[in-house]
């Protein structure tokens, strides 16, 4: 038995480890695989995005994701499973289709109903708690997802929309989509995309973040750089990503979630 764990619960406060004494105390022999509790609160998106990037290095088993902001609304609970048989369990706010659309889409959807498979008292506003994580150990000890409640047209789901980059005359402009712990900045290209445009490794690379301008290597990985240059690299889940070799990109830029990003070529402005 196993549960995979997503959040943005954060590690300061009781939240994960109450989630995991309810799990354990369902199926006390589940194991649970902490994916991150790091999620900046509240951003739907980054989670949707780590949960994606993440579920192909993960044992099979039941993927619990929380990022809630509408808890406490008229937002659905969710059990869903997708065309490879992966459990996702979490809000309808967008934070599980991504991951379960790189995994053949969507198979089955019920809504998270039956009392049977929550805590008895479910407060308005901790559903990690008392509606996801209990469903998350049920299915995990072998609950049928027919069991939850009623089944739900796939078609309805809340989808999350990542933004596309946006080539012009002389430049991209692209979005942040992730600030990970080192201030390593993920953009929303792929390395098709770059070098599509002729940034290769060695290239230099001029970037404009609102008024400022900075100027980057086009690298395979930190080492080609020297120590406190800004690069251009390719990261381990494919995304065009920015970093300073032994420092924090995203300090240096001021960068953030949907920031705004132009990569300038041939000397455009």
């Known amino acids: 038995m196993l549960v995979t764990f997503l959040s ?72 869903l499973r997708d065309a490879s048989g992966r459990v996702y369990v979490g809000p309808d706010n967008g934070l599980l289709v991504p991951a379960a659309e790189r995994n053949g889409g969507v198979a089955d959807v019920f809504e998270l109903a039956s009392p049977e498979y929550a805590l008895p008292e479910v407060s308005m506003t901790f559903h990690g708690r008392d509606v996801f994580a209990p469903a998350a150990a049920h299915v995990a000890r072998g609950v049928e997802l027919d069991a939850l409640g009623p089944a739900l047209d796939p078609a309805g789901l809340v989808r999350i929309a990542v933004p596309e980059p946006e080539f012009g005359t002389g430049r991209i402009t692209a979005t942040v989509l992730y600030v990970d712990s080192f201030g390593n900045v993920q953009v929303n290209l792929s390395r098709e995309q770059l070098e599509g445009v002729g940034i290769l490794p060695g290239s230099s690379v001029e970037l404009a973040f609102g008024p400022d301008r900075y100027y980057a290597t086009a690298a395979r990985t930190f080492a080609d750089a020297r120590e406190g240059d800004l690069i251009v690299y390719v990261d381990s889940y494919g995304n065009v990503s920015l970093a300073i070799n032994g420092g924090n990109a995203a300090a240096l830029l001021g960068a953030r979630p949907g920031a705004r990003l132009r990569i300038l070529l041939r000397g455009a402005r």
Request: negative net charge; aromatic residues 4%.
């Open 8 to 79: 943005d619960f954060g590690l300061r406060d009781d939240f994960v480890g109450v989630c995991h004494g309810v799990m354990k105390r369902i199926a006390p022999g589940l194991e649970i695989v902490d994916i991150t509790h790091g999620i900046p609160p509240q951003h739907i998106l980054q989670g949707a995005l780590v949960l994606a990037n993440t579920i192909p290095y993960l044992p099979e088993g039941v993927h619990l994701a929380v990022v809630d902001p509408g808890v406490g609304t008229d937002r659905k609970a969710l059990a």
